[in-house]
């Protein structure tokens, strides 16, 4: 009994360290960098090309209030990131990858893109500031696989 004891607390201990996940079933969660996109609006496009450890553009300007469908194209030859969040949260969601190296993504401001392969995000900035993106798969970030957004009021 004690050792199902000490696996409980140690499965509590896993969930609680690992990042809060959105539930897109009528409530919103927040975010730093704004809110989830509705794929039924009007949205200007901006490409991302993922490769070993860089992305392409790397910084990006959008004005507050603007929806952006980023269509990002995985053109490396390994898994790639793209967690968009400020680089606080960035560095602390890095940490727990490290401890948990094949997490995958379900946040609405993430997604894990294989090679050769395209993901979509939807995403309505709504707070002025710099926001980052990043690959936070192990020591993908810490190569410079980072990028910028600039929102303009």
Not at 16 to 43: I, L, V
Request: proline residues 5%.
């Amino acid at each position: 009994m004690r050792n199902l004891a000490t696996i409980g607390l140690a499965v509590i201990a896993m969930m609680a360290s690992a990042p809060a996940r959105s539930h897109e079933h009528g409530h919103h969660q927040s975010y730093s960098a704004g809110e989830p996109g509705d794929p039924n609006k009007p949205a200007r496009t901006i490409e991302i090309a993922m490769k070993e450890m860089m992305y392409e553009p790397s910084r990006i300007e959008v004005k507050r209030g603007e929806q952006i469908r980023f269509v990002l194209r995985n053109v490396g030859s390994e898994d790639h990131e793209f967690l968009l969040a400020t680089t606080k949260e960035n560095l602390k969601h890095a940490k727990v990858m490290k401890k948990h190296p094949h997490m995958e993504h379900d946040e609405s401001n993430g997604v894990r893109v294989a090679p050769k392969k395209t993901a979509e995000i939807f995403w309505r900035f709504t707070k002025a500031g710099t926001f980052e993106y990043s690959c936070l798969i192990s020591d993908h970030r810490e190569y410079g696989m980072t990028g910028h957004v600039t929102v303009k009021k």
